[in-house]
């Protein structure tokens, strides 16, 4: 049984940080690239970031580059999201994915496997 659980949501002031993790159990996860979405209220599930299967490339959306770092450690099966320099607009309930693609990819119907999100709050 394949299972991503996210954890480290909350709600933080602006400018503030937050670190999100995943746990990944029931795959390969060395073998999987890994991602990080978001979805806001009213708005479609959007690629917030990416790593490829040993870590050595990373892909993110514009508006978080410089504010958000994703990375993996394979020996704990776990994918972490630094998120710093928070932003009301980053406000949103946050996905981990699982892509055994060895493409590293943005869209979100390529992904495999999905947890089951966690809420990040960020107030102004």
């Known amino acids: 049984q394949v299972q991503l659980v996210e954890s480290g949501g909350g709600s933080v002031q602006a400018g503030g940080s937050l670190r999100l993790s995943c746990a990944a159990s029931?795959?390969?996860?060395?073998?999987?690239?890994m991602g990080w979405f978001r979805q806001a209220p009213g708005k479609e599930r959007e690629f917030v970031a990416g790593?490829?299967?040993?870590?050595?490339?990373?892909s993110y959306l514009d508006s978080v580059k410089g504010r958000f770092t994703i990375s993996r450690d394979n020996a704990k099966n776990t994918v972490y999201l630094q998120m710093n320099s928070l932003k009301p607009e980053d406000t949103a309930v946050y996905y981990c994915?699982?892509?055994?693609?060895?493409?590293?990819?943005?869209?979100?119907?390529?992904?495999?496997?999905w947890g089951q999100g966690t809420q990040v709050t960020v107030s102004s």
């Open positions: 994915a699982a892509d055994r693609s060895s493409l590293l990819r943005i869209e979100a119907g390529s992904y495999d496997y």
């Open positions: 790593i490829s299967r040993s870590g050595g490339r990373t």
């Open positions: 029931g795959i390969p996860f060395s073998f999987y690239n």
